[in-house]
């Protein structure tokens, strides 16, 4: 079984989360925040560290009473 991974996330100057999956889902980042215009980022500007995002579940694994196929209610 595979480990888990954490995304990066993307998130303005002032804190607010634009995308937490940016790599994942890029086609959500946006250059400046909806919210207070401000630039977004990454990475933090001091250490250059990616900003932890969405954690993604090993592939295989369901919690406890779940299974990966929906089923349709009739």
Do not use: V, W
């Not at 890029?26 to 990475?43: L, Y």
């Not at 250490?47 to 932890?52: A, F, G, L, Q, S």
């Amino acid at each position: 079984m595979s480990e888990g991974r954490y995304d990066t996330a993307q998130i303005c100057m002032n804190g607010h989360i634009i995308n937490s999956m940016s790599k994942s889902h890029p086609e959500h980042n946006k250059e400046f925040c909806d919210k207070c215009g401000a630039r977004t980022i990454t990475k933090c500007p001091h250490c250059n560290t990616p900003i932890r995002g969405h954690y993604h579940e090993p592939l295989g694994f369901f919690p406890s009473g779940t299974s990966h196929r929906t089923t349709s209610h009739r």
